[in-house]
């Protein structure tokens, strides 16, 4: 008889794995501090580097976060620690923009019906102040697609499903590289786009679903067929780009 051989998981990762499953199981809360790294180490039963280790592990997860003085408080990881990593792990796969595409057809004009229904005043100016934001930089010639992208984001923030805005988001996040690869071969693009989300924001804020959810559907059928008409691959893999991680705004 043979045994296969014992895959044994670092004692810094152990670290990290067993506070996470305090975390979750609700035996360490948000806003709990977490004990000192001597103490840590005490309790593991292993030294202070490798408890530095598992705790930098969780701080880049969003588990932890250091306050005054350097102590470790628990909290909750937020989509900007979730959903990069969820878009990172996507392009790895080499997800294609038509595999992209047809998951946010579902995602994108459910996120605009349920953004109708439940957008507050706060809500609607919210995406005024974007949309107008995205004219002015249109009309300059300016990059404007951080703020295409910050709109799909707001519309899924006002739908209230928590479910849903992650989802959106990490698809959301790797549609900014083919955003890149499209807007230089189509010129005409910003402005549709701007007519497409003006079209939303004022069935939004009629709270009218059906209308909404229209035209979000609208623009995504016509963004797919810009890509068509750049002569872009949709069977091509999406790369996951700098521009994606930190929101910045590539040159166009």
Known sequence: MTFTKLDIMPAYKMVSRTIEQHILEGRLRPGDRLPSEPDLAAQFGINRATVREGIRQLEQEGYLQRAAGRRLFVSLPGYNDLAPRASRALALQKVSFRELWNVAILLEPSAARGAAMMASDSDITALEENVVATEIAVDANQPYIKLDIDFHALVARMSGNRVLELSREAVGLLFFPAMEALVPHLPQAGRRNVIGHRKI????????ADEAELWMRKQ?????RGYELAGLDM????????HARSGEAPAQ
């Open 201 to 208: 924001l004022e069935a939004i804020r009629r709270h009218d």
């Open 220 to 224: 995504m059928i016509d963004f797919r």
């Open 235 to 242: 069977d091509a893999p999406v790369a996951w780009t700098e």
